[in-house]
């Protein structure tokens, strides 16, 4: 969460893939989980409303989906960018917190779900990538490395455009229920325009990382990917195949078929 963010990039910036995946996927989620509860159970939202505390989760919320895609699109580096990319992605949880109604938490908790199989899935296709090209993690050095495992391609791909939010894909069904709770907000103008902008900012970083990795390299930039290569690298990965195709069907699962798991959330929130 913005602005207790700066460990972040530096920590998926020297981790290993498998760590990257689950810290992005898994570790990231349980505080927000656990304050959620605390919200709503322990503390309601009607006082978080009245004692301003909401407000104070919207701001934060709002910087970090700006903010956060700031600093990706100033990154080369494929990890710390996805770093970066997960404090947006994480405003706009906060911003759904912060809007102090059931149908933001309800957003909220989509869009929990949907970066917790989108990211995972970037982190591990550009980890797959990475390793195919020379362990390279400089988008320059990555180029073209969509046609050396066409899997690791696809799903980087299906991964960004879900972060982005195009339709069909998690990511635009958890944009919108947020763009309809922002509706009902006293400061709706600025939560629509403030969404508006974020996911702009979010498909310039991730439109021309896709396209550098689907970009077909030359002859000479290939040969010298090529002689840092290893061996290994090429064989076939088997947890890492079964994972992306999980995934991948996961977000277009969460982007077709999300009615039923919007009434599950919806259902859950009430009970609390």
Known sequence: MFPFHLWLPEAHGGATTSSSSILSGLVLKGYIVFMIVLIVRVFTLDLMVKLGITNVVMVFGLLGMIIGSVEAIREHHIKRMLAYSSVAQIGYIFLGIGLGSEAGIVAACFHIIVHACSKPLLFSCAGRLSAISGHHKNLRNLRGSAYRDKLAGVGFTVGALSMIGIPLF??????????????????????????????????????????????KPTVEEEAAIQADVKPESLTFDLSFTVSAVIFILAIFILGIFYHPIIEVIRSGVQML
């Open 170 to 215: 998690g990511g635009f069904v958890s944009k919108l229920y947020l763009t309809n709770a922002s509706l009902s907000s006293d400061k709706m103008a600025l939560n629509l325009m403030v969404i508006a902008l974020s996911t702009v900012l979010n498909a310039l970083y991730y439109v021309p990382a896709v396209m550098c990795v689907c970009m």
